[in-house]
Each structure stands twice: as C-alpha cells, then as structure tokens.
C-alpha cells in the first residue's frame, strides 16, 4: 500500500513517472492538474470554474481549502497511488500531514522529487507544445521554486523523501524511480 506525492519543476516528468507506474504496477494516477481543468470534477469538488480559469492562466498554484477533503477520500480509497500537486502549497501542508497521520500503519508514504535544471526542463516544456505552457514557463517555474520546492523541508516525518535525477532519458529515470521505490518490471512490490 504506496502513497507517493510527486515533486518536480514544470517539464521535470512528473506526468510521464505517473502514467508509467500507473501502466507498469496499477497505480491509481491523480494529476492534479489535468484534474481541476475539468467541469464535472471542479463541480464536485465545489470550486468556482472561473476562479479556478484565472489561477491557470496566471500560473499560480490551486489553493483551494475544498481540494483536500476531496483528495483525501481519493487517497484513502486506493491502494496505490501517485499524486501530482499534493502538497503544493503552505496551505496544504496541514492537512496533508493529517491525511498522513490518518493513514494505516502499513501504507508507506514517498515524496519522489525529480530533481532537475531549467536548462532540462524548458526546452522540454517548449516541444511539447501544451496550451498552459505557452508564454508561462518562466512563471511556472519560479512558482515552483518559490511554493512548492520550500514544502520538501516541511513534509511529515513518516514521509519518505526520494531525490531522482531527472535530466536523463526516461527509461534510465523510471528505472531508477523502480529501484527506489522496490518495484519490479512485472509490477509486484518487492519491499
């Protein structure tokens, strides 16, 4: 039973880390992100469409006290899972450290952070030619560095922080993630 919250700079590889450990060992992916773009779940979640409209097209990141009751039930219910923007900002620290607390003991908890430079990441970001990356990556990026980056130094003790070098091609990147995390290519978890 793994909880792993993702870190990394726009462009890092989050979303391609997630979508393999989904594929390759059943991970339930939630990329946070792709998530609050959508009608349907902003309505569940009880958050306003238009505000969350002007926090994309600012950059910003989401801080929307309804998003972590939402998530929480998310996370309680799946055996393993990877999430993309949780924690992402002081204001989740909180609760996210009570979503740790309230966990079973034997669920492990991993903060995987993708460690890697501007120089990596924004010729990334450049080729693949998402809308929200469009004129954004600077401030993207210096909201990473500003917001989500301090929360590393703050995560709950019980959460195990694992540092990938993410300026490598992603196979040599998820086989490392795997090691980390003892997971082996048919998807049983070895530790």
């Known amino acids: ?52 409209q002007a926090a994309i097209a600012s950059g910003r990141t989401i801080t929307s006290e309804k998003l972590y009751p939402w998530l929480d039930q998310r996370i309680h219910a799946a055996t393993a899972l990877i999430v993309d923007g949780y924690p992402r900002a002081a204001n989740s620290l909180a609760p996210y ?10 669920r492990s908890v991993f903060a995987l952070y993708l460690e890697c430079s501007t120089a990596i990441t924004h010729p990334r970001l450049a080729a693949r030619g998402r809308s929200d990356d469009d004129g954004r990556i600077t401030s993207r990026d210096l909201e990473f560095q500003t917001v989500q980056l301090p929360l590393l130094d703050h995560l709950p003790p019980a959460v195990t922080l694992i540092r990938i070098d993410a300026a490598r091609d992603t196979e040599t990147i998820l086989a490392d993630v795997e090691a980390a995390l003892g997971l082996n290519r048919t998807g049983a978890n070895q530790g």
Not at 97 to 106: N, R, T
């Open 97 to 106: 450290a009570a979503l740790v607390d309230s966990l079973p003991i034997e």
């Open 1 to 52: 039973m793994t909880v792993i919250s993702l870190f990394g700079r726009p462009g890092a590889g989050k979303s391609t880390v997630a979508r393999s450990l989904a594929e390759r060992h059943g991970f339930l992916q939630l990329p946070l992100g792709d998530m609050l773009k959508d009608p349907a779940t902003l309505a569940n979640i009880g958050i306003d469409p238009d505000a969350m």
